[in-house]
Antibody
Framework: EVQLLESGGGLVQPGGSLRLSCAAS????????MSWVRQAPGKGLEWVSC????????YYADSVKGRFTISRDNSKDTLYLQLNSLRAEDTAVYYC??????????????WGQGTLVTVSS | EIVLTQSPATLSLSPGERATLSCRAS??????LAWYQQKSGQAPRLLIY???NRATGIPARFSGSGSGTDFTLTISSLEPEDFAVYYC????????FGQGTKVEVK
């Protein structure tokens, strides 16, 4: 069974930093691109970032480019998202998701349970 | 970047009724559109990919159709567990979601 388990969320002050992790199991991690998708309280889904299976190609939404960094450790089957220069509008539940199929990475399946990031003074 | 617009924002129906949700793309996306279901307090779940293919374990009452710029998710007969928010999604250069349609109990 594929499982994705996020951790690392919490309360941080504006301008602060946080690192999110997503531990994956149940599939060959290196075969698949992985993404982060966030959801602000009471709002819809917003794709944030994606990284290729070998970690060589990162992609970012304009709203986080230059502030967030996606990475992965394929020896640990773990995905990361480094969040810097955080703003109030970054407050959201952050989900990690597996991109499928491996050839085109068009969809997200499955999703983790999410980790809440709150940016507030 | 392609913009996905979902309608209606809210759909008020009773169990057993048919639900028809719309997703319109700002330019053609071929058949490369997916639908997700998100129940309250839960992570989203992939329902339909490539317009009309049901994901693993998705009941047959869920169906998708369309092409180009206009797409539809149909729930043939609403079950109590189907009341949720539904999102469409597409990947062009990057990944985008529609703003969601909430299916609520009338």
């Amino acid at each position: 069974e594929v499982q994705l388990l996020e951790s690392g969320g919490g309360l941080v002050q504006p301008g602060g930093s946080l690192r999110l992790s997503c531990a994956a199991s149940g599939f060959t991690f290196t075969t698949y691109a992985m993404s982060w998708v966030r959801q602000a309280p009471g709002k819809g889904l917003e794709w944030v970032s994606c990284i290729s299976g070998d970690g060589s190609d990162p992609y970012y939404a304009d709203s986080v480019k230059g502030r967030f960094t996606i990475s992965r450790d394929n020896s640990k089957d773990t995905l990361y998202l480094q969040l810097n220069s955080l703003r109030a509008e970054d407050t959201a539940v952050y989900y990690c998701a597996k991109n499928v199929p491996p050839e085109t990475s068009k969809w997200f399946d499955p999703w983790g349970q999410g980790t809440l990031v709150t940016v507030s003074s | 970047e392609i913009v996905l617009t979902q309608s209606p924002a809210t759909l008020s129906l009773s169990p057993g009724e048919r639900a028809t949700l719309s997703c319109r793309a700002s330019q053609s996306v071929g058949r490369y559109l997916a639908w997700y279901q998100q129940k309250s307090g839960q992570a989203p779940r992939l329902l339909i990919y490539e317009t009309s293919n049901r994901a693993t374990g998705i009941p047959a009452r869920f169906s998708g159709s369309g092409s180009g710029t206009d797409f539809t998710l149909t729930i043939s007969s609403l079950e109590p567990e189907d009341f949720a928010v539904y999102y469409c999604q597409h990947r062009s250069n990057l990944w985008t979601f529609g703003q969601g349609t909430k299916v609520e109990v009338k």
